[in-house]
T-cell receptor, first 113, second 111 residues
């Protein structure tokens, strides 16, 4: 099946540092979504992107829809301990409008106070 | 507003047993989805529905069945549980085919 390659797989950073993660694919997507999952809970939607080149912010989080439609990036500025969790990218293929999302494997973020 | 609710939170099944995972949403969303999440992995789509009475297979449908008789409910049925179905199951819903909102999950162990 289709795959999204998400990197890095994990990050261990100091509080206050900025964080960057990305997702890439060989296929073209019409939608990119970024989710955060905390232990024992379901994923929570952070940012949704709908147009190539789109740059969207949600507080300290900024995400971009790549120009080629094959990638997306998430940045977290000035990290804090509550940013800890697993961040997933998800995309919907360009040929689809049924909401069938493909998920990346996740980036585990740990923040040292 | 409860959002997406799932029951049970935890369940242990013996091989060959059957069970139904319940999912209810109170947001009047047309789209509903079932995913499974294995340790260290992303989510994989099992089944989805674009409205009451309409369901379709996702990436990993084998061993599961669904029905959608109402807008609110989207139960997932396991007929003959197998160890490979040990996973965390998430239900999600959305008003459009994009921004999906997830329930808290059901952790299932098959032994």
């Amino acid at each position: 099946g289709q795959q999204l390659n998400q990197s890095p797989q994990s990050m261990f950073i100091q509080e206050g540092e900025d964080v960057s993660m990305n997702c890439t694919s060989s296929s073209i997507f019409n939608t990119w979504l970024w989710y955060k999952q905390e232990p024992g809970e379901g994923p929570v939607l952070l940012i949704a992107l709908y147009k190539a080149g789109e740059l969207t912010s949600n507080g300290r989080l900024t995400a971009q829809f790549g120009i080629t439609r094959k990638d997306s990036f998430l940045n977290i500025s000035a990290s804090i301990p509550s940013d800890v969790g697993i961040y997933f990218c998800a995309g919907q293929l360009y040929s689809s409008n049924t909401g069938k999302l493909i998920f990346g494997q996740g980036t585990t973020l740990q923040v040292k106070p | 507003n409860a959002g997406v609710t799932q029951t049970p939170k935890f369940r242990i099944l013996k091989i060959g047993q059957s069970m139904t995972l319940q999912c209810t949403q109170d947001m009047n969303h047309n789209y509903m989805y079932w995913y499974r999440q294995d340790p260290g992995m992303g989510l994989k789509l099992i089944y989805y529905s674009v409205g009451a009475g309409i369901t379709d297979k996702g990436e990993v449908p084998n061993g599961y069945n669904v029905s959608r008789s109402t807008t609110e409910d989207f139960p997932l049925r396991l007929e003959l549980a197998a160890p490979s179905q040990t996973s965390v199951y998430f239900c999600a819903s959305s008003s459009d085919p994009y921004e999906q909102y997830f329930g808290p999950g059901t952790r299932l162990t098959v032994t």
